[in-house]
Structures are given as structure tokens and as C-alpha cells.
């Protein structure tokens, strides 16, 4: 079965760090590209950050409102992808899923139960 | 970036209605779309992907239809399980983005 399972979410002040991780188990990890996707309360959702993987380099890719501010990354060997958040804004306050894009259509086709980030004073 | 515009953004509907929610791209993106749904509390789920191509596990009361521009999600008879929050999704170009989405609720 496949599961992704996130942590590391929490209350931040306005310019702080967080680390996100993901635990993925039930796949072959490293053969997946991987995904971070964000839902502010309330609103709809909005792709953040892909790793890519092995096969394609581990390159990596962005959305323009976190780029240069989150880093992602992966631990093939311990099945886990990471969301390094620095100098956080208030409007990234949100729940951040971890997902999985299937090898063969590179859609999301399992999500996490996802992680509450809130950035306030 | 590439918009998508869903519309109807809201849709109130009874057990057994035909449904159809529309999803149009701001440029063509061929035929890398999906569908999810969202229920409260919850993870979004994939319905549909390359615009008409059934996930595996999903009811084929849903199916979905277009291609370029314009894109279909329909529903050919709601069930009590279906009332949520659906999205589509291109993922023909970066960044890859979302529609606002269409909350489903029961008349």
C-alpha cells in the first residue's frame, strides 16, 4: 500500500525556517518524481515545488512565489523528500501535501494526509 | 503561467443529476489535464488524467473530455459520495497550476 506520510509543520514567525520531510513507503521511491502542492485555509490548491528523479537528474522546479526561498530535495535510500521553507511570509501559511507523480502519466496519483505550516507573530 | 478558468464555481445539484463542470486554459495545454476531488479535511484524489483517461479505482460514472482550451468533467449520475470540491490541473508547462476549483453541493 501506498502511503506518504508528512511532519514538521508548525507555528513560525514572519522570517523564520522550517523543514518539512515526507516518508514514503509501499513504491519504489526512487523511480517517482515528487511533489510539494499547498492549500491556504480556505482556498484552493497551488503546486510549489518537483523533484525529479534519478532517471532525470534530480532536477528540480519552482513555483515563482517560493523560488529562492524553498529548497527541495530527496533521500532515495530512506524514501524521503524534504521542503526547506526560509524567510517565510504570513501568506505561506497553509497545509502542504507531499505527492507522488505516477511513472508512467506524471500526474499526482497519491497525496499525503498533509502538514499545517502557520507563519504569524 | 497558464490559467484555468473553471466554471461553474459553484454548483447546487440532487442525487442523480447529470453534472458537467468546465475547465478552460488560459493556452492550449493539449492534452495534459486532470481532474481531482476534495472533500472537506482531506487530500485531493485524481479522477481523470490526460483529459478523458480514468484512474484506476474511480466510479465510471465520471469521465472527462476536451482538449487545447477546453475541458469537461462530467458526473453521469451523483451519488451522496460526490458532493466535494473538484479541481483540474494542467501539467503541460511549468509552473504547473490549478483551477479555482467547483464546490459540488447537495440541492
Known amino acids: 500500500e501506498v502511503q506518504l506520510v508528512e511532519s514538521g509543520g508548525g507555528l513560525v514567525q514572519p522570517g523564520g525556517s522550517l523543514r518539512l520531510s515526507c516518508a514514503a513507503s509501499?513504491?519504489?521511491?526512487?523511480?517517482?518524481?515528487m511533489d510539494w502542492v499547498r492549500q491556504a485555509p480556505g482556498r484552493g490548491l497551488e503546486w510549489v515545488a518537483r523533484s525529479r528523479n534519478k532517471a532525470s537528474s534530480y532536477t528540480t522546479e519552482y513555483a515563482a512565489s517560493v523560488k529562492g526561498r524553498f529548497t527541495i530535495s530527496r533521500d532515495d535510500p530512506k524514501n524521503s523528500l524534504y521542503l526547506q521553507m526560509n524567510s517565510l511570509k504570513t501568506e505561506d501559511t497553509a497545509v502542504y501535501y507531499c505527492t507522488r507523480s505516477s511513472s508512467s502519466t506524471r500526474y499526482f496519483d497519491y497525496w499525503g494526509q498533509g502538514t499545517l505550516v502557520t507563519v504569524s507573530s | 503561467d497558464i490559467q484555468l478558468t473553471q466554471s461553474p464555481s459553484f454548483l447546487s445539484a440532487s442525487v442523480g443529476d447529470r453534472v458537467t463542470i468546465t475547465c478552460r486554459a488560459s493556452?492550449?495545454?493539449?492534452?495534459?489535464l486532470a481532474w481531482y476531488q476534495q472533500k472537506p479535511g482531506k487530500a485531493p484524489r485524481l479522477l481523470i488524467y490526460a483529459a478523458s483517461s480514468l484512474q484506476s479505482g474511480v466510479p465510471s460514472r465520471f469521465s472527462g473530455s476536451g482538449s487545447g482550451t477546453e475541458f469537461t468533467l462530467t458526473i453521469s449520475s451523483l451519488q451522496p459520495e460526490d458532493f466535494a470540491t473538484y479541481y483540474c490541473?494542467?501539467?503541460?508547462?511549468?509552473?504547473?497550476?490549478f483551477g479555482q476549483g467547483t464546490r459540488l453541493e447537495i440541492k
Open positions: 493556452q492550449g495545454v493539449s492534452n495534459y
Open positions: 509501499g513504491f519504489k521511491f526512487s523511480d517517482h518524481y
Open positions: 490541473q494542467q501539467v503541460n508547462l511549468y509552473p504547473i497550476t
